[in-house]
């Protein structure tokens, strides 16, 4: 197992393009989750998938955003439309089954895009 | 709303001094508290944690003990090295939801020879 993995590690792209990242967790891990970090700042909290249902979403991800995780195992995030602002780390974390005590979340590299 | 505040950073030190990194938390119920670091070019990780309140998180030497009564997380080594130089930081999450980390805004430590 080689831990949390994302795809691309970076991406430059133009104001008013759509980008797509990917997010592949640990096997057996059915809880996958999405942050954005911006520089200077602590991780915060995009999106929130149990299996294939995606149960949360925060008010950060505007009608832009929207994330998928098809057959409950990779998640794909979608940018569209792209503005400067959305210039930042997207990290992609993942948590086995929910049990007592169980709270670790595993993080891949991240994702930095940078909007020109 | 729930919200980690973390000491401002950068902290800087010389090898074997002694570190605090301040944390506190506002929070609506009994949280579980973490810190995370992350190293130079790589991801976060897990660095300890407490899930009730006068629990003491340790790992590596770090040590943190959840403090309900000021509602504190700070973190602490006795003798820091040059290799603990990274960013950590604090965060809380709830069992009773989605397990989202809710996270302070990071410390920076610089550990000098």
């Known amino acids: 197992d080689t831990g949390v993995s994302q795809d691309p590690r970076h991406k430059i792209t133009k104001r008013g393009q759509n980008v797509t990242f990917r997010c592949d967790p640990i096997?057996?891990?059915?809880?996958l989750y999405w942050y954005r970090q911006t520089l200077g700042q602590g991780p915060e909290f995009l999106t929130y998938?149990?299996?294939?249902?995606?149960?949360?979403k925060s008010r950060l991800l505007s009608d832009r955003f929207s994330a998928e995780r098809p057959k409950g195992s990779f998640s794909t995030l979608e940018i569209q439309r792209t503005e400067q602002g959305d210039s930042a780390m997207y990290l992609c974390?993942?948590?086995?089954?929910?049990?007592?005590?169980?709270?670790?979340?595993?993080f891949g590299p991240g994702t930095r895009l940078t909007v020109t | 709303g729930n919200s980690v505040t973390q000491m401002e950073g950068p902290v800087t030190l010389s090898e074997e001094a002694f570190l605090t990194i301040n944390c506190t938390y506002t929070?609506?119920?009994?949280?579980?508290l973490f810190w995370y670091v992350q190293y130079p070019g790589e991801g976060l990780q897990l660095l300890l944690k407490?899930?009730?309140?006068?629990d003491k998180g340790s790992n590596k030497g770090f040590e943190a003990t959840y403090r309900k009564e000021t509602t504190s997380f700070h973190l602490e080594k006795g003798s820091v090295q040059v290799s603990d130089s990274a960013v950590y930081f604090c965060?809380?999450?709830?069992?009773?939801?989605?397990?989202?980390?809710?996270f302070g805004q990071g410390t920076t430590l610089q550990v000098k020879p």
């Open positions: 407490a899930t009730k309140a006068d």
């Open positions: 998938f149990q299996n294939e249902a995606q149960l949360e």
């Open positions: 965060a809380l999450t709830y069992s009773s939801n989605t397990g989202k980390l809710i």
């Open positions: 974390a993942s948590s086995p089954p929910w049990r007592e005590a169980n709270y670790e979340q595993y």
């Open positions: 929070a609506t119920g009994y949280p579980s």
């Open positions: 096997s057996e891990h059915n809880r």
